[in-house]
């Protein structure tokens, strides 16, 4: 049933990032406005689905069994928060490493333009390193594009089969 959106929303996600490890391009997913808007549509949906699955026994999620009466009213707070921080941790890490990856490429794509300008022909195998180093991170921030949109998708799964069955 939810197939379609998680689905979609992976391919989304993988599009965005590889757009961004073409030169002179921006990902929206280096934006945290858009890594927001996604935690903000999943932590509405997935709860939905819970609701209207189990109806207010949802909440029993927030209260694990056998908790003594005084404590119920903060460990209540804590879950709640911790329930609520994991989707946005997870649009927080996908923000910082598409970011981050995209930047030190950025930077280190600016500094080999004025090294390959300024070297000479006699010179040409001390550029030999940097450019292995450069596409090295280019090789790496590829591979992180691809990890990125799988553990984004693996992990709405988990919190949408948390609030499903009920663990």
Known sequence: MFFPVLYLSGLFILVSNLLGVLPYSFTITASAAVTFFFYINFFFWINLAGYRQHKDALFQILLPPGVPIQMVPFLVLV????YAARLFSLSVRLFANMMSGHGLLKILGSFMYPIILSSSVQFNFMLF?????????????????F??????VVLVCIYLNDVICMH
């Not at 990890?147 to 984004?152: H, K, P, T």
């Open 79 to 82: 879950e709640g928060v911790s």
């Open 129 to 145: 390193p940097p450019m292995v180093l450069v596409f090295a991170v280019a090789f790496l921030e590829l591979a992180v594009a």
């Open 147 to 152: 990890l990125q949109a799988y553990v984004f």
